[in-house]
């Protein structure tokens, strides 16, 4: 199995493409790059995403879809070599915002799905509706907020010996999220963002955070330095509550 995330990820930037050059009311990036991993997965692997935001009159939609995968061959006690899969997380988002007429508010409705072999849970869909604003915005700084109620379907991870009574049962609880995405223009041609976002639950909170700068190589490249911590407070015996993600990616706007 040869990345597959990157076959679904090409088909994605193709049909992209022909958004954007058909209708001007689209803005598409797509990412690809190396990556170095600590905690639940500890690889050198490689990464791909792409992100659509479609602009209409009284909607603003958002769609993302990225993925990891990775094989290592390993050797085995008798000698033999074989291809192991050690890394494999693909995730999905759909987010629609209606403009209000205060200016720069709106209400969202959002829906998330992530499959996670090796992490603190199996997979997770959530989805959520609220209100977002923003709070700081200036010719080089902008710092928008949402909050709202949500809903969270997780499956717990698979336990190879037997230790996690929970071991691949489904649970669903309501959650509060909130999150805070903070950009700063620091040139003409360099961006620091610093994205965080709580989904608070009664038997886990996940706060996830990115921080990264993004460099201008020309007009429609950049490069992309970015540091990813995701932390769970309740995990299975034997995982990580932590995992990191630092990653050195190219990203294409078309």
Same mark, same amino acid.
């Given at each position: 199995m040869k990345l597959p995330v990157f076959t679904v990820l090409a088909a994605a930037c193709l049909s992209a493409n022909a958004f954007a050059d058909n209708d001007k009311t689209w803005e598409v990036t797509s990412e690809v790059g190396a =990556?170095? !991993?600590? *905690?639940? !997965?500890?690889? !050198? %692997? +490689?990464? *791909?995403? =792409?992100?659509?935001?479609h602009s209409l009159e009284s909607w603003e939609n958002e769609y993302k879809l990225d993925g990891i995968y990775k094989e290592d061959e390993i050797e085995g006690d008798n000698g033999e070599k074989r291809t192991q899969r050690t890394n494999e997380k693909y995730a999905a988002s759909v987010q629609g915002n209606y403009k209000l007429n205060e200016k720069h508010s709106h209400l969202y409705l959002y829906g998330s799905y992530v499959s996670d072999y090796f992490g603190a849970f199996r997979s997770e869909s959530v989805v959520s509706l609220g209100y *977002?604003?923003?709070?700081?915005? %200036?010719?080089?700084?902008? +710092?928008?907020?949402?909050?709202g109620p949500g809903y969270k379907y997780f499956e717990h991870q698979e336990s190879d010996d037997g230790s996690d009574p929970k071991a691949g049962e489904f649970e669903?609880?309501?959650?509060? +999220?909130?999150? +805070?995405?903070?950009s700063w223009k620091l040139s003409d041609n360099a961006k620091f963002t610093q994205l965080v976002a709580v989904e608070y639950g009664d038997s886990n909170t996940k706060t996830k955070s990115e921080t990264a700068l993004l460099t201008k190589i020309n007009g429609s490249l950049q490069m992309k330095v970015a540091y990813n911590i995701t932390n769970n407070s309740d995990v299975a015996e034997g995982k990580e509550n932590t995992d990191t993600e630092t990653s050195l990616t190219l990203v294409y706007s078309f």
């Open positions: =990556i170095i !991993t600590s *905690g639940n !997965t500890e690889t !050198t %692997t +490689l990464k *791909g995403g =792409i992100k659509a935001k *977002g604003t923003r709070f700081i915005n %200036t010719p080089d700084m902008v +710092l928008n907020a949402e909050i669903g609880e309501m959650i509060a +999220l909130g999150k +805070l995405d903070f």
